[in-house]
């Protein structure tokens, strides 16, 4: 245990502690500064909240470390409404969401930038500087030359807007604060003050300029911080696992490491003098030893930001077993891995647990080249010798000598126990397919079903908002899409054409999913005929049932239902390239009243991750409110020459097979639009108000008089559109 002396450089050092700094040995400073009181030097704390009191101490950070800020600028919160819903039928929803900008303090000396910042202990930024919601971040570093922000000058006014030259902090804009409860988050940053490690040397220059460090280079760590306490204190708490000599040399201080000093090459003292009043002044013989008892202490352990816990607080014990004594605890503030704390917290022990050793040495003269905190040997004592403290005496130079013990080589593993650390996703441009889907069923069957699948490469993708884009190019607002992806993709090759009556055992298309970590599962035949793994493909709604994995977020799928909700007029227009996305609950269905004529309009995308705002047409637009095209169109002769022209109808939203039932028709009436000629300029028209048109004789005649080869075109006329046709031959 080690002390530092003041009372021999008082008259040469200023600064600081003016006339009291002297040699510091130890962990213990001595009492003419600080005499009897507890130490309270920069501690390690519980990565504490940031704070916003005016007057508050600004830390000093070196290499890289994790600390709180003080916020020292901000604005109120800003509100947002955004209007969804309100359709016919559905309820109008009014959602608000708040942001804010304010300024926090770092550091209160230049730095060289910030990495990851966490909110409320989530990751806010990310490695690649991302951030993981809204708004705007700018670093000011703190150098001679820092600008003054744009945002602070515009609210507060150019001429009370100071540059905060000097300080380093960090502005953001419009932050999002959903995520926080609607409220400024309590922030811990990153802070990058130096490029790679730093030692207890340039941590010391840092406080003492003139200060010469010597080997104290050879200390280094990742990170230390500094957010309270005298310079006295934390020098003390450096001395608790680094312990140092301090000496005035050349009329500056000089700090040097005080372990494990090689015994070779150090000067020796005179052979000691006799002197002095009393035995305490080693009279006869002009020295004395003292042996102290064993200390109480058994174990040491030393507190510290774990850096491969994102800089958690963690604790490491010195080796060996626990006992009976106390455990001394050092709180260092410094960025370690898990083994150099064990190492520091080994050493510390070693000299925590040794008795100390002591020698009252008098000499007649002494060489000016050695002062307090100078190693020495002596010709009474094996060993080196540390110079604590001199006396000048009327009969010679009284000094007071410490033993210092050589230090054993320690190397130990340790474990920094487990952390969840958050995943840290930098987002990925968002993807989109907009499309119709087939009337369900359920409701009245009178608005488009507009339905996205929205989705990204990576899981940093948070969502995009989205928006219908009119031919005049302004935008309509219709929410967001969640942060949930939807599985989508592309086809690489097209599937061939078949029947939609079959189940088609024969095609299978390949897909290129929009991410490698999407997957895709087959089903057995009764997961199919309920309706499992059903997708867009192009223009057509098919089921697969089968899905092989080809390689990274490729897949071939085969077993397939063609023509699905009546999308069979699609079987044959499929080519490579097309998109493809799974029918699932993730995708966000849109507001058709707001979107409008969805054949006109483009639904848009832009997530933070979109350089460029993402559009998408709707494919398939009017396919929800078109009626079904009828089916098992047949012309037959009648026994008086005339012919008769049948059809089975279909209804929207009728999907099931309900025995001894007819087909629900699901329109306002039934009516039919037959037409002869030309299947988009039929030269004939009839409408009937059922599926069957009888010809007359002498009309049939004139149709195959004028036929060339046409036939008949049929089509359901519904509430809002025509079906697709069914055409039917005219016999011969």
Not at 299 to 321: E, K, L, N
Not at 568 to 595: C, K, M, N, R, Y
Not at 668 to 691: D, K
Request: charged residues 20%; contains cysteine.
């Amino acid at each position: 245990m080690a002390t530092l002396i003041l009372s021999a450089v008082g008259t040469v050092f200023g600064g600081p502690l003016g006339g009291a700094l002297g040699a510091l040995i130890g962990r213990q400073v001595d009492s003419a500064v600080i005499g009897g009181r507890k130490i309270e030097g920069p501690r390690l704390k519980e990565l504490s909240v940031q704070t916003s009191s005016y007057g508050s101490a600004l830390p000093l950070h070196f290499g890289r470390i994790r600390a709180s800020g003080t916020v020292i600028w901000a604005t109120e919160l800003v509100e947002r409404r955004e209007k969804s819903g309100g359709g016919k039928g559905r309820p109008s929803v009014t959602n608000f969401s708040y942001s804010a900008s304010f300024a926090v303090a770092v550091a209160s000396r230049p730095i060289a930038g910030i990495g990851r910042i966490w909110a409320d202990g989530n990751l806010l930024r990310g490695e690649a500087g991302d951030l993981k919601v809204g708004g705007q971040l700018r670093v000011y570093t703190g150098h001679g030359d820092q600008p003054v922000d744009p945002l602070l000058a515009q609210a507060e006014g150019m001429a009370r807007n100071p540059a905060y030259r000097g300080l380093a902090y960090v502005v953001f804009e419009d932050l999002e604060l959903a995520d926080f409860g609607n409220r400024i988050p309590s922030l811990t940053l990153e802070v990058i003050a130096d490029n790679g490690a730093v030692s207890f040397a340039e941590v010391i220059r840092e406080m003492l300029p003139e200060a010469k460090t010597g080997d104290l280079a050879q200390t280094p760590v990742s990170g230390f911080t500094i957010d309270q306490g005298a310079v006295g204190d934390v020098l003390a708490t450096l001395a608790d696992v680094t312990p140092m000599a301090c000496a005035v040399k050349d009329d500056a201080l000089s700090f040097s490491l005080a372990e494990a000093v090689p015994s070779v090459g150090l000067p020796v003292l005179p052979p000691p003098a006799a002197g002095g009043d009393s035995a305490e002044d080693a009279r006869a013989d002009g020295w004395s030893r003292r042996r102290d008892a064993l200390p109480s202490v058994r174990q040491c352990a030393v507190r510290y930001y774990d850096i491969t816990r994102d800089y958690q607080p963690g604790m490491q014990r010195s080796i060996g077993r626990s006992g009976p004594g106390d455990v001394s605890i050092i709180e260092l503030p410094a960025a370690l891995t898990a083994a150099e704390a064990r190492v520091l917290a080994d050493k510390a022990a070693q000299r925590l647990t040794q008795a100390r050793d002591t020698l009252r040495y008098r000499i007649s003269e002494i060489d000016p080249a050695i002062g307090p905190g100078a190693m020495v040997r002596t010709p009474v004592a094996d060993g080196v010798w540390r110079i604590d403290q001199w006396e000048w005496q009327s009969d010679g130079v009284m000094l007071d000598l410490t033993a210092v013990p050589a230090s054993s080589p320690t190397s130990s593993t340790a474990d920094s126990g487990r952390a969840n650390h958050p995943a840290d996703l930098v987002p990925s441009p968002t993807e989109l397919v907009a499309f119709e889907i087939p009337w369900d069923g359920v409701g009245d069957g009178t608005s488009p079903a507009i339905r996205v699948a929205a989705t990204a490469l990576t899981g940093g993708w948070a969502g995009a908002a989205l928006f219908a884009r009119r031919p005049d190019d302004t935008m309509e607002a219709l929410g967001s899409t969640g942060k949930r992806r939807a599985i989508a993709g592309v086809a690489l090759n097209a599937l061939a054409n078949a029947s939609p009556l079959l189940f088609d055992a024969a095609s299978s298309v390949e897909v290129e999913l929009a991410s490698p970590d999407f997957a895709l599962d087959g089903v057995n035949w009764t997961q199919l005929m309920q309706g499992a793994n059903k997708a867009v493909l192009g223009r057509e709604i098919i089921q697969f049932a089968a899905a092989e994995s080809i390689s990274a977020g490729v897949w071939r799928l085969s077993g397939i239902l063609r023509g699905r909700g009546g999308t069979e007029f699609a079987t044959s227009l499929h080519q490579p390239g097309e998109l493809f996305a799974l029918l699932d609950d993730s995708l966000v269905a849109l507001d058709s009243a707001v979107i409008g004529d969805s054949a006109a309009n483009d639904i848009v995308a832009i997530g933070r991750g979109d350089t460029d705002p993402v559009a998408c047409p709707i494919i398939n637009a009017g396919l929800t409110l078109r009626p079904l095209a009828p089916v098992h169109g047949r012309a037959t002769l009648t026994s008086d020459g005339g012919l008769a022209v049948n059809w089975i109808r279909r209804g929207r939203g009728a999907w099931s097979w309900l025995d001894e039932v007819d087909t629900p028709l699901n329109e306002a009436t039934e009516l039919w639009e037959i037409g002869f000629g030309p299947e988009q300029s039929p030269s004939l028209l009839w409408q009937t108000a059922s599926p069957v048109l009888v010809i007359a004789p002498t009309m049939l005649s004139e149709l195959r008089a004028g036929s060339a080869g046409h036939g008949f075109v049929i089509r359901q006329v519904g509430r809002q559109s025509r079906s697709l046709p069914l055409l039917v031959d005219l016999p011969a």
